[in-house]
């Protein structure tokens, strides 16, 4: 089992910035990837932002050279640094951790709100 549990959101203008962080505990040892997803009202959850362990990050096409993910494994945190909110971005973000197994894990969510 991995818990995860998400902080940081907020509502912001819009072209302001955030910094998301989600706290991973339990059996972390067995976590291959960290990310973040979102979904806005209405929408399907999708992917943000993915780091591997050991392996490149990737970025879906909306955020990238706005937001930037990263982690701190002696915390056991990752993070999601959004730049540059657009109206657009305006949805919950949730944590993710994917195990060596194939076991997904999700964090509570946490609703961010660009203000145009």
């Known amino acids: 089992q991995v818990q995860l549990v998400e902080s940081g959101g907020g509502l912001v203008q819009a072209g302001g910035s955030l910094r998301l962080s989600c706290a991973a505990s339990?059996?972390?040892?067995?976590?291959?990837?960290m990310g973040w997803y979102r979904q806005a009202p209405g929408k399907q959850r999708v992917l943000v932002a993915a780091?591997?362990?050991?392996?490149?990050?990737n970025y879906a096409d909306s955020v990238k050279g706005r937001f930037t993910i990263s982690r701190d494994n002696a915390k056991n945190t990752v993070y999601l640094q959004m730049n540059s909110l657009k109206a657009e971005d305006t949805a919950v973000y949730y944590c993710?951790?994917?195990?060596?197994?194939?076991?997904?894990?999700w964090g509570q969510g946490t609703q961010v709100t660009v203000s145009s």
């Open positions: 780091s591997p362990t050991g392996g490149y990050t």
């Open positions: 993710h951790a994917l195990t060596v197994r194939g076991y997904n894990y």
């Open positions: 339990g059996n972390i040892f067995s976590v291959n990837v």
